[in-house]
């Protein structure tokens, strides 16, 4: 008999549907719940394409006995991180601070006052490595419960009280400058890994966030190494087995320094940000290569993870059956040479083991390679040749068992998504992509805003959640918008921009200092109210919103706007030099604060008119950092940026002003772009 999830929408929390726990929901009535029987919580957070989630809840949750003691001895809680990123953000703060690491699944107990006083990821069912079994777990926490309740409830006061004194070091409220931003670029060339790109050791995770720093801070000083160790990663990384190199896109990270063997889940967020890096590598150095994957990550975005409803979907698994009926990581992607010859035939198949680096022994599990290519001389292979075996092999895994997908729309990781695709989709002449992003858009309009502009977190098969946005998806969805306007020259989208960065203002900054949390004032009051810098797998919502803040005062003039960026960006002066790799979107930022960021308007007839087009084109090629572009016919009220501006001679013009001073008007393509590149 189904528990209480059934009628949630999140996919994670309906795969635990039908567990004889007695799952609840985060909810105020599950608490409630647990100080009616004097019995503690147990939260387990996780998410629906975690391969470890999956695998705890197989040995355990689906277990009658461990469901039996949970159901006797506990109120079971079950969270989706990715409904609710606050949940998630103050219980894995406890988790790291009481053990020094953290994960999914995240297993913590708390009292019915949702103090956490126990903490851990996975428990296997039996010990295992020095690790209790989960029913050992429960058990102990149970006797400690009922015989040592005084001990248990100081422990959890303390826990919050320490979690409340953890304030952020905030700096000085000022901007990064000059010498911030060296010393952050000195950082990263320390950790820089120059045999394999990327940064650190394994496993190794794509630096999507770093990466536009180091391209828009090459734009900005001439910085080659900036932009060499750009480049090298994003080649590194394309070449790896982290990037699938059938279908496109990218899975999670790589589980070694060398980029060969992903964790191949496969993540929206992960992909708007590359797909979009891509497309920016392009723009600065013209590589063929950067242009095929941002293209062929657009196009695995708008192919795989689009819903019906125009939205984009969380993720695909990384596990799926291998055939036998068993759910295996990675049996979706991977090959044997076994299984070339059965698609490709011997000669062909000889020669796409050599292309791809399958071998005979693997490079991954049980005889299976990863596809890469590990070779630099494509230009000597039949591309003709190469074309056909990558479709026949496509054709033939398509005839697998797909891995799941989460169909749950986050309206965040949409907004970098209608970014990415908006564009790649101007750069590359694909309007296709354009669209695509335009009914994300109108989709997070349409169902994820209500009157007054307030947005709720996630929705699946056209219905909303229950759970309210938090920072991320305010500044996410703006800078989207943001973007959107930029290459339609429909002012709507800047409208709807400032509509959420208004509530970034109001609901979400500091007054008295200007630091963000990640939660409204108003909403739900956790033990502490999650305040978190730094970015993570995607920007973190206080980054994200000093970009956006910063694009939209340049856009409108905004002092306000300007002001609350400036200040959110105090943060990032104070952690850039000392932890460069965790803030790059900070420092991404603060590289378009030091450059103005540029402001440029294109006024024409129409935006049909050739000339209009090309001006528009060349304005939104430009590597200026953070640069804004408005386009419009003269005295059109789409945009600030166009009042007072008009035609130069009759014909087409653009505008670029920077720090309260403008060039003079140009009708020259050649002139802008040199303006916009220096």
């Given at each position: 008999?189904?528990?209480?999830?059934?009628?949630?929408?999140?996919?994670?929390?309906?795969?635990?549907?039908?567990?004889?726990?007695?799952?609840?929901?985060?909810?105020?009535?599950?608490?409630?719940?647990?100080?009616?029987?004097?019995?503690?919580?147990?939260?387990?957070?996780?998410?629906?394409?975690?391969?470890?989630?999956?695998?705890?809840?197989?040995?355990?949750?689906?277990?009658?006995?461990?469901?039996?003691?949970?159901?006797?001895?506990?109120?079971?809680?079950?969270?989706?991180?990715?409904?609710?990123?606050?949940?998630?953000?103050?219980?894995?703060?406890?988790?790291?601070?009481?053990?020094?690491?953290?994960?999914?699944?995240?297993?913590?107990?708390?009292?019915?006052?949702?103090?956490?006083?126990?903490?851990?990821?996975?428990?296997?069912?039996?010990?295992?490595?020095?690790?209790?079994?989960?029913?050992?777990?429960?058990?102990?926490?149970?006797?400690?419960?009922?015989?040592?309740?005084?001990?248990?409830?100081?422990?959890?006061?303390?826990?919050?009280?320490?979690?409340?004194?953890?304030?952020?070091?905030?700096?000085?409220?000022?901007?990064?400058?000059?010498?911030?931003?060296?010393?952050?670029?000195?950082?990263?060339?320390?950790?820089?890994?120059?045999?394999?790109?990327?940064?650190?050791?394994?496993?190794?995770?794509?630096?999507?966030?770093?990466?536009?720093?180091?391209?828009?801070?090459?734009?900005?000083?001439?910085?080659?190494?900036?932009?060499?160790?750009?480049?090298?990663?994003?080649?590194?990384?394309?070449?790896?087995?982290?990037?699938?190199?059938?279908?496109?896109?990218?899975?999670?990270?790589?589980?070694?320094?060398?980029?060969?063997?992903?964790?191949?889940?496969?993540?929206?967020?992960?992909?708007?940000?590359?797909?979009?890096?891509?497309?920016?590598?392009?723009?600065?150095?013209?590589?063929?290569?950067?242009?095929?994957?941002?293209?062929?990550?657009?196009?695995?975005?708008?192919?795989?993870?689009?819903?019906?409803?125009?939205?984009?979907?969380?993720?695909?698994?990384?596990?799926?059956?291998?055939?036998?009926?068993?759910?295996?990581?990675?049996?979706?992607?991977?090959?044997?040479?076994?299984?070339?010859?059965?698609?490709?035939?011997?000669?062909?198949?000889?020669?796409?083991?050599?292309?791809?680096?399958?071998?005979?022994?693997?490079?991954?599990?049980?005889?299976?390679?990863?596809?890469q290519l590990p070779q630099q001389q494509e230009g000597l292979v039949d591309a003709g040749k190469i074309a056909s075996v990558r479709e026949r092999l496509l054709a033939a895994r398509a005839e697998r068992s797909a891995p799941g997908r989460d169909d749950k729309v986050v309206a965040a990781w949409n907004g970098l998504a209608i970014a990415a695709l908006a564009e790649t989709g101007a750069y590359f002449d694909r309007p296709d992509l354009v669209e695509a992003a335009g009914a994300a858009a109108d989709l997070l309009v349409r169902l994820h805003l209500d009157e007054q502009a307030r947005l709720t977190r996630t929705s699946k098969d056209g219905h909303a959640g229950a759970n309210a946005g938090v920072l991320e998806d305010y500044a996410d969805v703006a800078e989207g918008f943001l973007a959107l306007a930029s290459v339609t020259g429909e002012g709507v989208w800047l409208e709807f921009a400032g509509f959420l960065l208004d509530h970034v203002l109001v609901r979400f900054t500091d007054p008295e200092s200007g630091s963000l949390y990640d939660t409204a004032a108003d909403a739900e009051q956790l033990i502490r109210r999650p305040q978190d810098p730094t970015d993570n797998a995607a920007p973190s919502g206080w980054t994200a919103a000093a970009n956006a803040l910063l694009g939209y005062a340049a856009h409108t003039g905004s002092e306000p706007h300007r002001t609350a960026a400036e200040k959110a960006l105090g943060v990032v002066k104070a952690l850039g030099p000392r932890v460069p790799r965790f803030v790059g979107w900070g420092l991404a930022a603060a590289e378009a604060a030091l450059d103005g960021p540029r402001e440029v308007a294109i006024v024409g007839p129409s935006l049909d008119h050739e000339g209009t087009r090309t001006l528009h084109r060349t304005a939104l090629l430009g590597t200026a950092p953070g640069a804004v572009v408005a386009v419009g016919a003269p005295e059109s009220d789409e945009f600030p940026l166009l009042t007072g501006r008009p035609l130069v001679g009759g014909e087409p013009a653009a505008y670029v002003c920077r720090n309260f001073t403008c060039d003079a008007p140009t009708t020259e393509v050649e002139r802008l772009r040199a303006v916009l590149s220096s």
């Open positions: 008999m189904p528990n209480r999830l059934a009628h949630e929408t999140s996919p994670y929390l309906l795969q635990h549907a039908d567990n004889p726990v007695d799952w609840w929901p985060w909810s105020a009535e599950a608490f409630e719940e647990a100080r009616e029987r004097n019995v503690p919580v147990l939260l387990s957070v996780g998410y629906s394409s975690c391969h470890w989630c999956h695998v705890m809840a197989h040995e355990s949750f689906e277990d009658q006995q461990t469901a039996d003691d949970l159901n006797a001895h506990y109120v079971s809680i079950k969270v989706d991180r990715e409904e609710r990123p606050d949940v998630d953000a103050v219980y894995m703060e406890a988790v790291q601070a009481a053990t020094g690491q953290g994960g999914w699944p995240m297993t913590v107990f708390l009292t019915p006052d949702a103090e956490p006083f126990y903490f851990g990821t996975y428990f296997p069912p039996a010990p295992r490595q020095g690790m209790p079994s989960f029913r050992q777990v429960l058990q102990g926490v149970h006797q400690a419960w009922e015989e040592r309740r005084d001990e248990v409830t100081e422990v959890a006061g303390k826990i919050v009280r320490d979690l409340a004194g953890r304030e952020i070091s905030y700096g000085d409220a000022q901007t990064p400058g000059e010498e911030e931003l060296a010393q952050a670029l000195l950082g990263l060339t320390r950790e820089y890994d120059p045999q394999r790109g990327g940064f650190g050791g394994a496993p190794k995770f794509p630096p999507s966030m770093v990466l536009e720093f180091l391209l828009r801070h090459h734009a900005r000083t001439g910085a080659e190494g900036a932009l060499q160790m750009a480049s090298d990663t994003c080649e590194r990384m394309a070449r790896g087995g982290i990037y699938d190199q059938l279908g496109g896109g990218f899975a999670r990270y790589s589980v070694d320094r060398d980029w060969v063997v992903p964790h191949f889940e496969k993540m929206l967020y992960d992909n708007a940000l590359l797909c979009r890096v891509y497309a920016h590598l392009w723009r600065a150095t013209g590589s063929e290569l950067a242009r095929r994957v941002a293209l062929e990550t657009a196009d695995f975005m708008v192919r795989e993870l689009r819903t019906n409803e125009g939205g984009f979907s969380s993720a695909l698994d990384a596990d799926s059956d291998d055939g036998t009926g068993k759910h295996v990581e990675g049996a979706y992607y991977v090959w044997t040479p076994e299984q070339l010859r059965e698609v490709l035939g011997e000669q062909d198949a000889e020669l796409a083991a050599q292309y791809f680096g399958v071998t005979e022994e693997g490079t991954f599990e049980a005889g299976a390679s990863v596809l």
